[in-house]
């Protein structure tokens, strides 16, 4: 198992994932990694693969992507239910409401 870690071919593998983004090969396959990527597994796939091309590490490398997906696509995506931006506008909202409650009354 280790020795395929250390693959020349998976190394490769590993370095053309994370270089999709040049727009040389986007270019040419935009159709299909546009389609590809609007699926949020993938885009965590290709952070995983960065993640564990630097740290050849499965653990650490899991365990960053997932840290990496939780902050990202849930604390700071306003469209998320657990996003901290759309807790912030709610709770800004409540406490006007209580602040001209009180200056009503």
């Given at each position: 198992?280790?020795?395929?870690?250390?693959?020349?071919?998976?190394g490769?593998?590993?370095?053309?994932?994370?270089?999709?983004?040049?727009?040389?090969?986007?270019?040419?396959?935009?159709?299909?990694?546009?389609?590809?990527?609007?699926?949020?597994?993938?885009?965590?796939?290709?952070?995983?693969?960065?993640?564990f091309?630097?740290t050849?590490?499965?653990?650490?490398?899991?365990?960053?992507?997932?840290?990496?997906?939780?902050?990202?696509?849930?604390?700071?995506?306003?469209?998320?239910?657990?996003?901290?931006?759309?807790?912030?506008?709610?709770?800004?909202?409540?406490?006007?409401?209580?602040?001209?409650?009180?200056?009503?009354?």
């Amino acid at each position: 198992m280790l020795e395929s870690l250390e693959s020349k071919w998976l190394g490769a593998l590993f370095t053309l994932i994370i270089n999709m983004g040049s727009s040389f090969v986007l270019g040419d396959v935009h159709e299909l990694v546009t389609g590809i990527f609007s699926l949020k597994l993938m885009k965590w796939f290709v952070v995983f693969a960065i993640l564990f091309g630097s740290t050849r590490d499965f653990v650490v490398a899991l365990s960053m992507s997932i840290l990496f997906a939780v902050i990202v696509w849930g604390l700071c995506d306003i469209k998320s239910e657990i996003s901290l931006l759309r807790v912030r506008k709610i709770l800004r909202e409540k406490l006007l409401n209580i602040v001209d409650e009180l200056e009503d009354s």
